[in-house]
């Protein structure tokens, strides 16, 4: 039985780490592998039962910015007790080096530093520690972007965002359903899954729908997530006066359901690791317009198309309308051949980690 430490530098809550994280830890082999956490927020009921159910522990150090010292002399009692073989730190800047050097002081000998993201939201703190960032022994990125961005020329390893893609092919029944549901049955139904933050780029993603329905007046808008700048975004969809054109449906589990009754993915974010939404959009077949600030990586359909920021809503607009708005019903099996099937990616993991721990790479 190997012994592994996972940690995140963001809170473990849903969002894009912390899915991939379960998404590879509700695949692994658990004969073979036993895995604890280090998490810096309280997790939720449903994620503490299923913490119990795979026999893992887990901790809560919230100190981890606050107080980084306290923060590490708890996570170094940690490492020390816990008899791991590995500590995989999952983040986006060089904060991460606060449990690479902590676990490298109590003995852990594969110390693993997994990017996600291609920017991180505090300059500053990304700079303080960089002089404990490179106490990493192997590199894993997203993409090629988050791998460029935070080990520099150093080499890393592609781990992808891997999940079950079979959940997300498209579903005629599922899309009728939810169309429905929503009483959207003869509307233009844009669609777009992110936290609500800055990185997604939420208000110019309302400039575009604005000059959307000024071109298409049936157009719908539909957003799924939360966060901390959902209510600056309501608020700015009423002073446009298209807040009755908007459904905000919150946090759902029922991502891959939803996602049936768009008629395009639109996600004008200004920056991302990979964008694993994307990947789902594809996979279901939809018309996907994104960002150039997207990994290029992320584009395995012809249904995919980027745009500059630099280019004004209204292009952008224009550009959605003249889109080839028809499904690609390929997705599926391009997904599997870029390695995004999660059983698949979580045996290379597997491997990986096990010639870790023997010294083989």
């Not at 676990?103 to 300059?123: D, E, W």
């Not at 150093?154 to 498209?170: M, V």
């Not at 599922?174 to 777009?192: H, W």
Request: proline fraction near 2%; charge should be positive.
């Amino acid at each position: 039985m190997y012994n592994i430490l996972v940690t995140s530098s963001n809170k473990f809550t849903p969002n894009g780490i912390t899915n991939t994280i379960l998404n590879f830890y509700n695949n692994i082999d658990s004969n073979k592998f036993k895995i604890d956490f280090v998490l810096i927020n309280e997790p939720s009921d449903e994620l503490i039962a299923l913490f119990h159910s795979k026999n893992s522990k887990f901790y809560v150090l919230s100190e981890r910015i606050t107080s980084p010292v306290r923060y590490m002399r708890k996570l170094y009692k940690i490492c020390c007790n816990g008899d791991y073989d590995i500590i995989h730190a999952n983040g986006n800047s060089n904060s991460l080096g606060l449990e690479l050097f902590t676990s490298r002081l109590a003995g852990i000998k594969v110390r693993i530093a997994h990017s996600h993201s291609t920017k991180c939201k505090n300059n500053f703190i990304n700079y303080i520690f960089k002089p404990f960032f490179n106490n990493y022994t192997h590199a894993f990125a997203c993409s090629n972007l988050a791998g460029n961005w935070l080990f520099k020329d150093n080499q890393y390893t592609i781990i992808n965002n891997a999940f079950t893609i079979k959940d997300f092919e498209f579903d005629k029944n599922k899309r009728l359903l939810y169309r429905e549901k929503f009483s959207i049955s003869d509307k233009f139904v844009i669609g777009n899954v992110a936290l609500f933050n800055e990185g997604k780029n939420h208000f110019f993603l309302l400039n575009i729908f604005k000059e959307l329905l000024s071109i298409k007046p049936n157009s719908i808008l539909i957003l799924v997530g939360d966060g901390y700048l959902k209510n600056k975004i309501i608020i700015k969809a009423k002073e446009y006066k298209i807040y009755d054109k908007i459904i905000f449906l919150g946090l759902r589990d029922d991502v891959c359901e939803i996602i049936n009754c768009f008629d395009l993915f639109l996600f004008p974010s200004l920056y991302e690791g990979l964008g694993l939404v994307l990947i789902e959009a594809q996979i279901n077949g939809l018309p996907v317009l994104c960002s150039d600030s997207v990994p290029e990586c992320v584009k395995f359909t012809d249904n995919l198309d980027f745009l500059s920021l630099g280019l004004d809503a209204k292009y952008w607009a224009n550009f959605l309308i003249n889109k080839n708005l028809s499904r690609n019903i390929g997705g599926l099996s391009l997904a599997k051949e870029k390695g995004f099937e999660i059983k698949s990616e979580t045996k290379r993991l597997e491997t990986l980690y096990i010639d870790f721990i023997n010294g083989r790479r």
